[in-house]
């Protein structure tokens, strides 16, 4: 055996009590996502944050929940959930004023909202009617391209292109409350990248970039997964040299 | 008093028309001469001579003169003795004289001599005077005795002097050493020349002091009021060296005992003054006495200036906070959240990202930087006020070595660090702290494995916590107690245990676990720094999940404000605080304070006792005084003026009680603060100036002499004035003088008559 495989084996054997001790976390100190329950097709990927959760924990050292947890915007315990997510697959109905406050205060409290469009759509379907909502939500903070340098971008991969099932558009667009990304809206149908079948294969082809645009996409869940719990960590001072030095 | 006589005139008519006739009779003699330029000398002589007597004549009688007795006496002018009671006073008068009180004591004895056989002509007055005039004792000013007074104003003092009493001043005798701190500080301008002319006097002077003596001074101290706590202060002391040759000095600077910084400086005969930068990087925060001093050298006159203090007062620009966390999780971002929002804090953080389990791919494509621990626990945890360990356990990365800093990291916090533990499956016992150096300064008992509850459990307040300030989140001990209640549970808990009573722990909350108290929040001091210990990862529940039912999170914010404020010392979290009302005040000024005190739930305690002790910097303790504080909690005491020195306020306040009804076994809070009382520009010179005093001499046309010599007291004689009745006694009211003056008439008439002159 190698000197280097040695101390890899000594290294996972020093963290092993640290991982089992992670599997009996509750919630409260897990990445758990709540997912947005709405009159429309709200869960179009099942499973797909089973993947999430799990490739965000083998590739950091984030804890994460099996799942995510449908939740009702309306019903109590919205707030367990600092990281919600919104999908559709097709015409997303209204949100009930009362939903869109309840939605609003989790926000403003330091919430983050994932929406990602299961369609593909732009400007029908779920676009449509989810541009709507975010309007009503947020009238102030209008959904907005995040730019390149954003930190979202260097949470924790160095990314300059995008991921998901399609490429119906390059970028990400945000809604932002006090100089953070609240909301953050990808029209490439993240979780159809993420989504594995019963038996182990992937349930969507990547199109057009196939397997590495996945790997795009499961890279983009690390890094909001790190912006949400990270915020503009990887913003302070003594990152920049290092990061301005890998991108060159 | 004595009677004089003066001529006047009587007449009824005006002056103008008494001048237009006597133009008229000098017109008339005129004329007659005109008029007899042919006649012969004979003639002519005998009749211009008449005309004139009888003008002359006519004139004395429209004009009336008269004589007038008047009653006159002398009135005496004062004379002023002025004798300088500067501090500056009590210094030698020459190398192993006398101090120059006594040389001044002596020659008002001997001015006193010289005034008495003069006291027809001048009253003698006795004045003291240093940075105002004031009429003296001549007991008092004749036998010397300590001077007190903090400056010198030469010309104030003679203006005061010469505008007192209704009597004119006739002289002033000015008995000094010549230093002023006024108007003559720099020598005699031409404004004050003309000031000292103005006064219309001699103004003789008697040099107490001609030659400076030997003598090593620190003249000043160039300090700002405040400084930066780790950051680099500059002061400049400037020492004054006369008559000590050549040698060098060691010149220290202490804070309260301790140095801070020293030079060396070396003294050549042929300069007086060196300006010395001393820099230092204070440590803590609060309001310190600062001590330059240099040692007292052979044969030096005066030992007292060898020494002078100031007070610094040193605070955080911001407040530097590390923040480690195990990984990235709700509660080490809604905690960075308050952090980063607080323009106060200086935040740095780092995040384990991956740990050596983790697989993200190639290590370039990631942002990820390795862990500067030796740095960041090295040489740079001094520049910290505070380190938090967010969930973070040291064990295992190995290859970081982070376990070799863990003893400095307690020595850090013994020597004023604050450090904070936020539980989680890698923190506490779960993060095998129990048998490192951190467990002698954790504040709850930490067994390792002990592993975490996953109940979910509230926060209750213990008595501890009900009367600290990290958990105050509400005013009054029921609505804190109803605000604690309102809170979500929280879950997971770290099981630790309480510490042994005596070990400076508190907790503060406690939660049930396996059915048992458990703390929550403890908090404990550690030398001179402090230890929090937060059980669990899921505070952030107090505000976040909170906020959902009770549209809030304040109760999240001010927890973790008020402790960060309560790790670093933040002086306003303190229950009681004393400052004085400046921190340093001219000699002769008395020294106010206020004292701010707090009840335990933090609301102002008022009529709460409060006692102040004014302490010297031996710790002596030289005033007292007592006060209830007002209803904004704030009692404000003064005391009389000290010595000059710089001195400790030693506040005690029983914040649980109001008025005087305080059970003895209630104990007091302390509080520190400094207060300075400048030396003044009196004592930081003992070179007299005989120069100023002769020139003031020679401007006023008094006369100076030196101590020890009889005075010549010149001044300005006593004029008469007019203080009774007056006679008037006619002078034209003559029969014989109309006769004369008909005659005269008569005979010019008579004589024109005979010699044919129609």
């Known amino acids: 055996m190698r000197r280097r495989d040695l101390l890899k084996l000594a290294l996972v054997a020093a963290a092993a009590p640290l991982r089992a001790a992670a599997e009996a976390l509750p919630d409260a100190s897990r990445l758990v996502v709540g997912q947005i329950q709405h009159g429309g097709r709200w869960d179009p990927r099942p499973g797909a944050f089973r993947r999430f959760g799990w490739e965000v924990a083998r590739r950091t050292s984030i804890e994460t929940g099996a799942d995510a947890v449908p939740v009702r915007l309306g019903a109590p315990g919205l707030h367990r959930y600092p990281m919600l997510y919104l999908a559709g697959d097709g015409a997303l109905p209204p949100f009930a004023d009362g939903e869109l406050a309840a939605l609003r205060r989790h926000l403003q409290y330091g919430g983050f909202l994932l929406v990602d469009a299961a369609d593909g759509s732009d400007g029908s379907g779920f676009d449509a009617s989810v541009r709507r909502e975010l309007a009503r939500l947020l009238p102030a903070a209008p959904l907005t391209r995040v730019p390149r340098e954003h930190v979202l971008y260097k949470s924790f991969y160095l990314l300059d292109r995008q991921g998901g099932r399609v490429l119906a558009k390059p970028w990400l667009e945000a809604q932002t409350l006090e100089n953070r990304l609240a909301v953050l809206y990808s029209q490439n149908d993240l979780a159809g990248a993420w989504a594995r079948g019963p038996l182990g294969d992937w349930e969507y082809p990547c199109t057009p970039g196939g397997e590495a645009q996945r790997e795009i996409a499961f890279r983009l869940a690390v890094n909001i997964s790190m912006y949400a719990l990270c915020g503009d960590y990887k913003d302070d001072a003594v990152h920049l040299p290092f990061i301005l030095r890998r991108r060159s | ?758």
Request: net charge neutral; glycine share 10%; proline share 8%.
């Open chain 2, 1 to 758: 008093m004595s009677e004089t006589w003066r001529l006047a005139l009587s007449s009824p008519w005006p002056r103008w028309a008494l001048a237009l006739l006597a133009v008229a009779a000098v017109g008339a003699v005129l004329l007659a001469a005109r008029g007899l330029a042919g006649e012969p000398w004979r003639r002519r002589g005998p009749l211009l001579a008449l005309r004139a007597l009888a003008c002359v004549l006519a004139l004395f009688l429209v004009a009336e003169p008269s004589a007038q007795l008047l009653q006159t006496a002398r009135v005496k002018g004062r004379f002023a003795v002025l004798v300088d009671r500067s501090r500056s006073m009590n210094f030698p008068s020459g190398e192993g004289g006398a101090p120059r009180t006594d040389v001044a004591a002596e020659a008002v004895r001997a001015a006193q001599a010289a005034l008495a056989p003069l006291g027809d002509r001048v009253a003698p007055e006795l004045w003291r005077f240093d940075r105002e005039a004031t009429p003296a004792d001549a007991a008092a000013l004749g036998t010397g005795g300590r001077a007190e007074g903090g400056s010198t104003d030469l010309l104030g003092a003679l203006r005061t002097v010469a505008g007192a009493g209704n009597r004119r001043l006739a002289g002033a005798l000015v008995v000094s050493d010549g230093t002023d701190h006024a108007s003559l500080a720099g020598g005699l301008s031409v404004a004050a020349r003309d000031e000292l002319r103005a006064l219309g006097v001699p103004v003789s002077t008697v040099a107490v002091a001609e030659t400076a003596p030997k003598d090593l001074a620190i003249e000043r101290i160039a300090a700002d009021d405040f400084a930066f706590v780790r950051s680099t202060a500059k002061v400049e002391v400037t020492l004054r060296a006369r008559g000590l040759g050549t040698r060098t000095v060691e010149l220290v600077l202490r804070r309260e005992g301790t140095i801070v910084a020293a030079a060396q400086v070396r003294l050549s005969p042929g300069q007086e003054r060196y300006v010395v930068p001393l820099s230092f990087a204070p440590e803590r925060t609060g309001t310190f006495v600062f001590t330059a001093s240099v040692p007292v050298q052979p044969g030096e006159a005066i030992a007292e200036n060898n020494t002078r203090s100031f007070v610094l007062r040193v605070i955080r620009d911001r407040v530097r906070v590390l923040l480690v966390a195990g990984r990235p999780s709700w509660d080490e971002r809604f905690l960075r959240g308050i952090l980063k929002q607080d323009p106060n804090v200086d935040l740095v953080s780092f995040y384990i990202l991956r740990t050596n389990t983790d697989d993200p791919g190639r290590q370039e494509e990631l942002s990820l930087i390795p862990f500067p621990v030796a740095e960041i626990f090295g040489e740079q945890l001094r520049t910290f006020d505070a380190v938090l360990f967010v969930n973070f356990a040291y064990q295992p990365y190995r290859s970081l070595d982070i376990e070799r800093h863990l003893p400095g990291l307690r020595e850090w916090v013994r020597k004023g660090g604050g450090f904070a533990m936020l539980g989680g499956e890698q923190s506490f016992g779960d993060g095998r702290y129990g048998e490192t150096p951190l467990a002698d300064i954790l504040p709850v008992e930490v067994t390792d494995g002990s592993g975490l509850a996953v109940e979910p459990t509230r926060a209750r307040l213990t008595a501890e916590g009900r009367r600290h300030p990290i958990t105050a989140l509400a005013t009054g001990e029921a609505a804190n107690e109803a605000a604690w209640a309102g809170l979500p549970a929280v879950s997971p808990v770290n099981r630790t245990r309480p510490l042994p009573a005596g070990s400076g722990a508190q907790v503060l909350l406690e939660g049930t676990v396996d059915g048992h108290p458990s703390p929550l929040v403890a908090v404990r001091e550690v030398g001179e720094g402090r230890a929090l210990a937060v059980a669990t990862d899921a505070s952030w529940a107090w505000g976040f999940v909170a906020a959902e039912s009770s549209g809030t999170a304040r109760a999240y914010q001010r927890f973790w404000t008020s402790a960060l404020r309560w790790l670093v010392r933040d002086p306003d979290l303190a229950p009681v605080k004393v400052e004085p009302d400046r921190p340093s005040v001219e000699p002769g000024e008395p020294v106010g304070a206020a004292v701010t005190v707090r009840r335990p739930d933090w609301s102002p305690a008022a009529a709460a006792p409060v006692v102040v002790e004014l302490a010297d910097d031996e710790g002596k303790t030289v005033a007292r005084a007592e006060a209830a504080a007002g209803p904004d909690g704030v009692a404000h005491l003064s005391f009389a003026p000290p010595r000059p020195g710089a001195y400790q306020l030693r506040a005690s306040a029983w914040n649980r009680c109001s008025g005087a009804a305080c059970p003895p076994s209630v104990a007091p809070e302390h509080a520190t603060g400094a207060v300075a009382v400048r030396p003044g520009p009196e004592d930081a010179d003992a070179a007299p100036r005989p120069e100023l005093l002769r020139a003031i001499a020679e401007a006023t046309g008094g006369k100076f002499t030196t101590g020890g010599r009889s005075p010549v007291l010149p001044f300005v004689e006593p004029e008469a004035v007019e203080i009774g009745g007056r006679k008037d006694r006619p002078l034209w009211d003559r029969g014989w003088l109309l006769a004369v003056l008909a005659g005269a008439l008569a005979g010019e008439w008579a004589l024109r008559r005979r010699w044919g002159r129609w």
